[in-house]
T-cell receptor, first 114, second 119 residues
């Protein structure tokens, strides 16, 4: 079955370190998204991509970057981790041809920055 | 920009009862999609129900139905005959409708309502 997987599921790091969260989907979806989930804020969009070599900033993109070198993967990088980036991160994908907007989510990556 | 508001951070209801979760939104768009997503304790989020704004009929999926009031910008979710497996966080979400949303299929989420079904 097609799926979307995130790794690592849990990560503890120190302030200032670079961290990369992986996201891999096997649906061959064009659209991929990264959200962070924080209490009282719901899900907020960090970055998104509509296809290979396309990346766009979301509403909370400062301190994060993404790259899209193939259809399956959209890794999220924290260049210099900060305590404010402690959160649960969700990757999602959708098919561009389907205008109904259904997202398929990964299981999340819990990141703690000490 | 669109905003989505869920004013009920937490709710609880007895098993088999009916519960309604509220959602309001603000937009200048005329055509759009609205969604309810469910996030069970295992954390993977799944789509519960979807409503297209240009359709007057309220969407229904088995025990889940919505009350869509376009003029009031309200989109509530009703869960009938609630079950223990309905315990989860529920998120309301908004998306602009194609073609004005061409290449822009990103969702705006509310802050969520934590629903607990009591045995």
């Amino acid at each position: 079955d097609a799926e979307i997987t995130q790794s690592p599921r849990h990560k503890i790091t120190e302030t200032g370190r670079q961290v990369t969260l992986a996201c891999h989907q096997t649906w061959n979806h064009n659209n991929m998204f990264w959200y962070r989930q924080d209490l009282g804020h719901g899900l907020r969009l960090i970055h998104y991509s509509y296809g290979v070599h396309d990346t766009n900033k979301g509403e909370v993109s400062d301190g994060y970057s993404v790259s899209r070198s193939n259809t399956e993967d959209l890794p999220l990088t924290l260049e210099s981790a900060a305590s404010s980036q402690t959160s649960v991160y969700f990757c999602a994908s959708s098919e561009k041809a389907d205008r109904s907007g259904e997202l398929f989510f990964g299981e999340g990556s819990r990141l703690t920055v000490l | 920009a669109q905003t989505v508001t869920q004013s009920q951070p937490e709710m609880s209801v007895q098993e088999a009862e009916t519960v309604t979760l509220s959602c309001t939104y603000d937009t200048s768009e005329n055509n759009y999609y609205l969604f309810w997503y469910k996030q069970p304790p295992s954390r993977q989020m799944i789509l519960v129900i979807r409503q297209e704004a240009y359709k007057q009929q309220n969407a229904t999926e088995n025990r889940f139905s919505v009350n869509f009031q376009k003029a009031a910008k309200s989109f509530s979710l009703k869960i009938s005959d609630s079950q223990l497996g309905d315990t989860a966080m529920y998120f309301c979400a908004f998306m602009k409708h194609w073609p004005s949303n061409f290449g822009n299929e990103k969702l705006t989420f509310g802050t969520g309502t934590r629903l607990t079904i009591i045995p």
